[in-house]
């Protein structure tokens, strides 16, 4: 059996999707049953809360390939759950990274992410791992000033990027997950089209039919307050902080093709989020 862990995420409810239409038998890793709520019933539900090691193994026991998704900062889950797996036989690991373990220094968010990564290459569990750049699913940040007075505040000005659609992430790693040819590898996947902010958010102005205004923001702390208005651990803060800064002053961005590689199609534009995710700034 496959176990997704995250499953009622970004990624992890698109990965749902993706298992319950190959018709595999899957489960997903959820704290509390009530957030799987309308994800498909065919996705078996074990319960476990990364932040209790004790869950693990039960969590396991039958699964042979796992996917591994651990939000926020540090390595102990991660370290935790290959443990697991391994004394449990699990024969694949698919785990989410980042493209931010290519920076060379490498910020904070790299790091946890290549120490993660270190922890399952190095438990001769058979992998594949993915590293994508930024999700257009972070665009929902600016949803509540946008609806509540038509503004988004930028904190990456000139900085480009081509934002990737969490369902081509979830595609990509379903291939992994029930396909063979995929061990060993590291996936680097982002979309196809690169924009600044204030490009991504005359999109979302057009989808919208009304205007939006792009005010930059006073304080990069304001940023990071407005993606955390009930506040972020002060390591995670500080890591955002920086990828704001480095994305400021990557003003060429980073592109590559592997969705398209992988999934044979091309990548999701962000205009089709946009028309999937409109409602969400009305
Ligand atoms: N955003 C980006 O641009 C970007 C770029 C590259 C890599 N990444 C990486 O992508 C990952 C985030 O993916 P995402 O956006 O799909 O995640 P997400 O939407 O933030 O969802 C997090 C998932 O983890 C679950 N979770 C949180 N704490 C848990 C716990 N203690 N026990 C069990 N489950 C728990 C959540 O479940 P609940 O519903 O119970 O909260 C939810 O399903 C992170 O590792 C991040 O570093 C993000």
Known sequence: MILVTGASGNVGRELVRELDA???????FVRDPGRADGLSP?????????????TYAPALAGVDRLFLLVPGVGIDHT????????????????????????GDPMPAMGRWHHERETIVRDSGIPYTILRPGGFMTNALEWAPT??????????????????????????VAAVALTEDGHDGNHYYLTGDEMFTVAEQVAIIATTLGRDIEIREAATPEQAVASRYPNGAPSALAAAILEGFTLMRQ?????????????????????????????????
Do not use: Q
């Not at 592109?255 to 398209?260: F, P, Q, S």
């Open 146 to 171: 946008v609806r509540a007075g038509g503004v988004v505040d930028d904190p990456t000005g000139p900085g480009r990027y081509a934002p990737i659609d969490p369902a081509d992430i979830a595609a």
């Open 250 to 282: 990557d003003t060429t961005g980073f592109r590559t093709d592997t969705v398209e590689r992988i999934l044979h199609r091309r990548a999701g534009t962000f205009a089709e989020w946009c028309a999937r995710n409109i409602d969400a700034f009305r």
């Open 22 to 28: 190959k018709g595999v038998e899957f489960g997903i």
């Open 79 to 102: 370290r935790g759950m290959v443990a697991a797996a391994k004394a449990s036989g699990v024969a694949r690991i698919v785990l989410l990274s980042s493209y931010n373990v290519m």
């Open 42 to 54: 065919r996705a078996r539900r074990v319960i476990g809360d990364l932040d209790d090691v004790s």
